[in-house]
């Protein structure tokens, strides 16, 4: 391996690879040397612009802690989360659609009973959410575990509230036997992810919008069914089209109806506008061992 060229160094450095044990591992390095090295010598890459990617790079690592996660975040607005999503949630049309599980997602969340209120006081819009949980032909599937968590009026999450501790706009419900499971909160706002990190510089410097549309996170899992990571988009959304994550699916743009305070399904819930949101979850099945 003396005198390597342009052209010689790929395959040079795969044959070092050559005693890998693990089968997966050597096919993904294989492809991963061979992509990188058609990248370099497509865009022509120069030592200035290699030595800005691993500065990049490093600052991006760097920027990670434990409640952020930057690679992550380049990752999302790069596509590549979506696309591993896609490939590994392969699902009929008429079952829910995944989409991408967020920075946000907590265990340590409670447990409450059918229309609690998990607004923990923040202001806000009330909303109400009426869901349901079914399989492929309509049956309901009960005691299914759905996990829920929003961000506020303002676009921040509990974790980003200032002197918040204790949790809110999430929790932990089972369906009834019916399938069903609801609460009431706050309806959520659209938001900026963090434009701060090296991630904001390349979103500045290809001028996209920092700004996903307003949604609300859900987690379903029961025995017997593929689990289900989603979220509901309010379809007036002025983000539906540019999100910079891309997590928006036409299946999963749902309709926030709005009514004012003496009117409506919830007449008598409140004082003020709110907001009801109903939605029918689809489980598949488990593929069959």
């Given at each position: 391996?003396?005198?390597?060229s342009?052209?010689?160094i790929?395959?040079a450095v795969?044959?070092?690879m050559?005693?890998?044990?693990?089968s997966?591992?050597a096919?993904i390095?294989?492809?991963l040397?061979?992509?990188?090295?058609?990248?370099?010598?497509?865009?022509d890459?120069?030592?200035e612009?290699?030595a800005?990617?691993?500065d990049?790079l490093?600052?991006t690592?760097?920027?990670?802690?434990?409640?952020?996660?930057?690679?992550?975040l380049?990752?999302?607005?790069?596509?590549v989360?979506?696309?591993?999503?896609?490939?590994?949630?392969?699902?009929?049309?008429?079952a829910?659609?995944n989409?991408?599980?967020?920075?946000?997602?907590?265990?340590?969340?409670?447990q409450?009973?059918?229309a609690?209120?998990?607004?923990?006081?923040?202001?806000?819009?009330p909303?109400?959410?009426?869901?349901?949980?079914?399989?492929?032909?309509?049956?309901?599937?009960?005691?299914?575990?759905?996990?829920?968590?929003?961000s506020?009026?303002?676009?921040?999450?509990d974790?980003?509230?200032?002197?918040?501790?204790?949790p809110?706009?999430?929790a932990?419900?089972?369906?009834?036997e019916?399938g069903h499971?609801g609460?009431r909160?706050?309806?959520?706002?659209?938001?900026?992810?963090?434009?701060d990190g090296?991630?904001?510089?390349?979103?500045g410097?290809?001028?996209?919008?920092?700004m996903?549309?307003a949604?609300?996170?859900?987690?379903?899992e029961?025995?017997?069914?593929?689990r289900?990571?989603t979220?509901?988009?309010?379809?007036?959304?002025p983000?539906?089209?540019?999100?910079?994550?891309?997590?928006?699916?036409?299946?999963l743009v749902a309709?926030?109806?709005?009514y004012?305070?003496?009117?409506g399904p919830?007449?008598?819930?409140?004082?003020?506008?709110?907001?009801?949101?109903?939605?029918t979850?689809?489980?598949?099945p488990?593929?069959a061992?």
């Open positions: 391996m003396r005198d390597l342009s052209d010689t790929t395959e795969i044959s070092t050559r005693d890998t044990q693990d997966r591992l096919e390095m294989e492809s040397v061979r992509h990188v090295h058609a990248f370099v010598r497509e865009v890459l120069t030592e612009e290699w800005r990617g691993v990049f490093t600052r690592g760097q920027m990670c802690t434990q409640t952020r996660q930057e690679f992550i380049l990752s999302d607005v790069l596509g989360t979506m696309l591993v999503d896609a490939l590994s949630n392969r699902r009929p049309v008429e829910t659609q989409s991408v599980l967020g920075p946000f997602f907590r265990d340590d969340r409670p409450q009973p059918y609690a209120d998990i607004s923990g006081g923040l202001p806000g819009t909303l109400f959410f009426e869901g349901r949980v079914v399989d492929r032909d309509g049956a309901p599937v009960a005691s299914a575990a759905v996990d829920v968590w929003h506020d009026a303002e676009g921040h999450y974790v980003d509230v200032p002197g918040r501790v204790d809110a706009m999430r932990l419900f089972l369906t009834d019916t499971f609460f909160s706050i309806r959520p706002s659209s938001y900026p992810i963090p434009g090296p991630v904001g510089e390349i979103m410097a290809t001028g996209r919008s920092l996903r549309p949604h609300v996170h859900l987690l379903i029961a025995p017997g069914f593929q289900v990571t979220m509901l988009f309010p379809s007036d959304d983000y539906l089209d540019a999100d910079p994550v891309f997590g928006v699916k036409e299946s309709s926030y109806d709005s004012a305070a003496d009117s919830r007449r008598g819930s409140t004082d003020q506008p709110y907001t009801v949101l109903r939605h979850f689809v489980l598949e488990l593929p061992d």
